[in-house]
């Protein structure tokens, strides 16, 4: 399974530090991604990494967030800078097997999720 943590309530400017445990995901070289969903709104891909550790983020996080794997002890992380109180959601870890093709940053080319953690921002 897919288990996140690190979600707490900061202030905005503030920083935080999302882990997912992933055994057997990241040493198996899915890919792997980080998804927000805020109440009354669709499921939103933030930021993928590849197996060769490249990746890609969504336009409104760009510069702010950062994500990262340790292969070693295959956990996912995902560093949270400056953040904003639109960057209030649930957020989610992701996993795709790495023999299929390379993902878009959208929800259904994923096939695994964790049951997500949350994230309040408050101005």
């Known amino acids: 399974p897919l288990v996140e943590s690190g979600g707490d309530s900061v202030q905005a400017g503030g920083s935080l530090k999302l882990s997912c445990a992933a055994s057997g995901y990241i040493a198996s070289r899915f890919y792997m991604a980080w998804f927000r969903q805020a109440p009354g709104k669709a499921r939103e891909g933030v930021a993928q990494i590849n197996g060769d550790g490249s990746t890609g983020y969504a336009d409104v996080v760009k510069g702010r967030f950062t994500i990262s794997q340790d292969n070693i002890k295959d956990i996912l992380y995902l560093q949270m800078n400056n953040l904003k109180p639109e960057d209030t959601a649930t957020y989610y870890c992701?996993?795709?097997?790495?023999?299929?093709?390379?993902?878009?940053?959208?929800?259904?080319?994923?096939?695994?999720y964790g049951q997500g953690t949350q994230v309040t921002v408050s101005s």
């Open positions: 992701a996993a795709r097997p790495g023999w299929m093709v390379p993902p878009n940053l959208i929800e259904t080319d994923y096939i695994n």
